[in-house]
């Protein structure tokens, strides 16, 4: 919990103990104080409605004390009042933050001058007001969150008023010994609020520099678990390539030679004359021998994850249309019913990690194919594109599918986040995407328009560019 929303729940609490609305607790405070201006104009909202209630209390004590100036006093008190609550609205407006400690300090000093008239229009040193002009002075030093300078100044302000009523009162010098004491009284209290006030400054600089230090930690915590959660996702697909290499290796031995002695029959049945003489029987050896060099090719496919020399298979050149290939054919079934138009250049080679943007062809491939799935498009089409950018091939896989939802699109590399039901993925095929095509020297970048379309894009090193270092 910060510390603006711990303070934000102790004043709550204390709204429940003296029974303040908690809707006006809420409104007062904000839930979080993101710095010491903030706080300070919250304290100030808050302190400038306690005072108009203290101000305009004091009526009773006019009405006993003096009841002949009771109408003069009330009219006074209403006017501090309306004058105490436009300032309260002003500290709602957008620039009342950098004028915060102007308008505190001005609406503090409006009941000082109001019981400095007072103390004139009264018994002058003598005159029971001298109380409320020291009753101000501990809680601005304990209370209010006020800078000890500008404790200092409101000290003088006040002590100041005081004497100027007295001395304007022409009596001063009957009641000299009281206007001493009184002074004397003035001083300690103001002494004690600075004080006050010097101590509570610091407890709060200490306050805000930890809460930020919080603050920073937590990032700083945040950028660590987002960047273990990309490392686990990482792990969590080498894991699955190497078990799919382990399969791969294992249909190699296991599949490839029962087709090569498949096809190899196939063949020469094909060759028999009496099987020209049957076109059904010929119709069907030659689809037995479609569908085995399908399985042969595959198989082949798969091989190229099986084989792949860390290091060495990394980085070398290729034709782009070779690591396209076999992510169709591997997609087959995801893009059943589904157009895909190719616009690959079949002479341009790239380099890089060919097993790796096989898979990110792929991922891409099943990404569009389940969008165009779920928007049941009467005609589904995927088109991927190359054309030459320099001494780079820039790359587009775009599909007239469901499109990405705007609040989506900034979250769509993130690991394990994925808007698909729960079991059908888990959000790691783009992230894993994004990192290779960022080994790349590129950046897997997203556009889309929700409801119509969505487009990734990349670009990769032409093999005659001089590799990274």
Not at 197 to 215: G, M, N, P, Y
Request: aromatic share 10%.
């Amino acid at each position: 919990m910060t510390f603006g929303s711990a303070m934000t729940e102790a004043v709550m609490r204390s709204g429940r103990k003296l029974y303040w609305p908690r809707l006006v607790s809420r409104w007062l405070f904000p839930s979080t104080f993101a710095d010491l201006d903030q706080f300070r104009l919250a304290w100030s909202r808050l302190g400038s409605l306690i005072g108009i209630a203290m101000i305009m209390s004091g009526a009773a004590l006019d009405y006993l004390i003096y009841p002949d100036l009771f109408g003069p006093f009330l009219l006074a008190r209403c006017a501090v009042s309306a004058l105490t609550l436009a300032v309260f609205i002003v500290l709602w407006l957008p620039l009342s933050r950098a004028w915060v400690d102007g308008l505190t300090l001005f609406w503090l000093s409006l009941p000082q001058v109001m019981i400095a008239a007072m103390i004139f229009a009264t018994d002058g040193a003598h005159s029971i007001y001298f109380v409320g002009l020291t009753l101000a002075l501990y809680p601005i030093g304990v209370l209010l969150p006020i800078r000890p300078i500008e404790c200092v100044a409101f000290a003088a302000f006040t002590f100041a008023l005081y004497v100027v009523a007295c001395v304007g009162q022409g009596q001063l010098g009957s009641h000299l010994a009281v206007f001493g004491a009184n002074c004397i009284f003035l001083f300690f209290s103001a002494l004690l609020s600075i004080l006050c006030s010097v101590l509570t400054e610091d407890a709060r600089l200490r306050l805000f520099a930890a809460q930020k230090e919080v603050i920073e930690k937590n990032r700083s915590l945040q950028r660590t678990n987002q960047a273990l959660a990309e490392v686990k996702g990482h792990m969590i697909e080498q894991e699955k390539m190497a078990a799919l290499g382990t399969l791969s290796a294992g249909l190699l031995h296991e599949v490839n030679n029962p087709v090569n002695y498949s096809l190899m029959a196939l063949k020469m049945a094909l060759a028999e004359p009496v099987v020209r003489t049957h076109p059904l029987l010929l119709e069907s050896l030659t689809d037995a021998q479609d569908d085995m060099s399908r399985v042969q090719r595959i198989v082949s496919d798969l091989k190229t994850f099986a084989y792949q020399r860390p290091g060495v298979d990394g980085d070398r050149a290729f034709p782009l249309e070779r690591a396209l290939r076999p992510a169709l054919r591997l997609a087959a079934y995801e893009l059943k019913d589904i157009e895909v138009a190719v616009e690959v250049p079949a002479d341009r080679e790239v380099r890089g990690d060919e097993p790796a943007l096989i898979g990110v062809f792929i991922n891409l491939l099943s990404n569009a194919a389940h969008a165009l799935h779920s928007a049941a498009r009467a005609a589904p089409r995927i088109d991927v594109r190359a054309r030459l950018e320099g001494e780079r091939l820039a790359v587009a896989v775009r599909d007239n599918g469901v499109g990405i939802a705007p609040e989506n699109l900034s979250r769509v590399f993130e690991p394990f986040f994925t808007t698909r039901d729960v079991g059908q993925g888990l959000g790691l095929g783009l992230a894993v995407s994004f990192a290779i095509v960022q080994r790349h020297g590129s950046r897997l970048q997203v556009a889309s328009e929700a409801g119509a379309w969505t487009e990734f894009s990349f670009d990769l090193p032409r093999a005659t560019a001089q590799p990274a270092a």
